[in-house]
């Protein structure tokens, strides 16, 4: 499984790596600080015929609410049509999470190491090989 992580904090962004990494050490895992790295690498890859199967993004970046930017720029460009994106957020409001699934959600997870995994797995986007 070939897997996104954006996060403007890069200590976020390696916790989450270890924890999915501890998980399951098959995953490809690649980190992205912002909308433009994500754009990028998300579009790049799809272009090489390696498309990420699941991009998790944060909501709150230098930029507003650039996961929100993201995930409604990504399924408007159609490539990453079967990606998985998943929302993660400090303190998920109603009408974030509504919006989220609105503009191509897969789902909103709280931004925690704890959840991480448990929510990825209620929402069947990774199980153990």
């Known amino acids: ?9 890069a200590d976020f962004r390696k916790a989450s790596q270890r924890v999915l990494r501890a998980y399951c050490p098959e995953f490809e895992i690649e980190e992205a600080a912002g909308l433009e790295g994500a754009q990028f ?10 498309p990420f199967d699941l991009i998790i993004t944060d909501l709150n970046m230098p930029h507003a609410n650039e996961g929100l930017d993201l995930i409604d ?18 303190e998920p409001s109603r ?5 989220a699934l609105e503009f191509g ?25």
Do not use: F, N, P, W
């Not at 499984?1 to 904090?9: E, N, R, T």
């Not at 720029?73 to 400090?90: D, F, N, P, Q």
């Open 73 to 90: 720029l990504l399924r408007c460009k159609g490539v990453l049509a079967h990606t998985k994106i998943v929302l993660h957020c400090s």
């Open 1 to 9: 499984m070939k897997i996104l992580i954006v996060d403007d904090d």
């Open 41 to 50: 690498t998300s579009l790049r890859a799809a272009a090489k015929g390696s």
């Open 95 to 99: 009408a974030v999470a509504e919006q």
């Open 105 to 129: 959600a897969t789902g909103v997870i709280y931004k925690s190491e704890q959840s991480l995994i448990s929510r990825l797995e209620e929402l069947k986007l990774i199980k153990k090989k």
